[in-house]
T-cell receptor, first 112, second 116 residues
Framework: DAGVIQSPRHEVTEMGQEVTLRCKPI?????LFWYRQTMMRGLELLIY????????DSGMPEDRFSAKMPNASFSTLKIQPSEPRDSAVYFC??????????FGEGSRLTVL | AQTVTQSQPEMSVQEAETVTLSCTYDTSESDYYLFWYKQPPSRQMILVIRQEAYKQQNATENRFSVNFQKAAKSFSLKISDSQLGDAAMYFC?????????????FGQGTRLTINP
């Protein structure tokens, strides 16, 4: 079975540009999570969804960040406008009920 | 709020030896999961082992085992017969076991180096 699929794997953009990261969770999973990883702050939860509904977005840094889950098989994380401090690896993960999260390979974002 | 603490930023071990990574957590809940994830240089997050809090028996997966001390809120990972492929960042994580989506709370990570 396919795991969590994220795209793009790498993104280099200039400050002020819009960035869209995409995620396809494992089929049948009902929860989806977006995490950000940096050297300074480690792994931070940005937002998570249950049955396509956002449950907790308190980790979203500011209004420049938005996330959507229009259906059970797709989610996006958008940054507009992007800033150099947004440079990080962004992970998407999914799960079914209790238990472990399954992670994608991450999207490395560099904002110049 | 639940917190997870890994007090060892870095550890190293000789190949074929045994190493133990420490993790403590803070929670008022009685029903939860604990996990160890491995992140090699490829940056993929890989589940190593999981423990259900209601189980007294410590989980084991081949060369990986845990020492779960619920009263002390301690959850250490033991790697036996260390191999070069075990070199990675290791993250301890906690998740509440209740209805509805619950987030995974991570520790800061421990970087494990294997010396040949």
């Amino acid at each position: 079975d396919a795991g969590v699929i994220q795209s793009p794997r790498h993104e280099v953009t200039e400050m002020g540009q819009e960035v869209t990261l995409r995620c396809k969770p494992i089929s049948g999973h009902n929860s989806l999570f977006w995490y950000r990883q940096t050297m300074m702050r480690g792994l931070e939860l940005l937002i998570y969804f249950n049955n396509n509904v956002p449950i907790d977005d308190s980790g979203m840094p500011e209004d420049r960040f938005s996330a959507k889950m229009p259906n059970a098989s797709f989610s996006t994380l958008k940054i507009q406008p992007s800033e150099p401090r947004d440079s990080a690896v962004y992970f998407c993960a999914s799960s079914l009920g209790f238990g472990e999260l399954f992670f994608g390979e991450g999207s490395r974002l560099t904002v110049l | 709020a639940q917190t997870v603490t890994q007090s060892q930023p870095e550890m190293s071990v000789q190949e074929a030896e045994t190493v133990t990574l420490s993790c403590t957590y803070d929670t008022s809940e009685s029903d939860y999961y604990l996990f160890w994830y491995k992140q090699p240089p490829s940056r993929q997050m890989i589940l190593v082992i999981r423990q259900e809090a209601y189980k007294q028996q410590n989980a084991t997966e081949n060369r990986f085992s845990v020492n779960f001390q619920k009263a002390a809120k301690s959850f250490s990972l033991k790697i036996s017969d260390s191999q070069l492929g075990d070199a990675a960042m290791y993250f301890c994580a906690y998740r509440r076991r209740i209805q509805g989506a619950q987030k995974l709370v991570f520790g800061q990570g421990t970087r494990l180096t294997i010396n040949p």
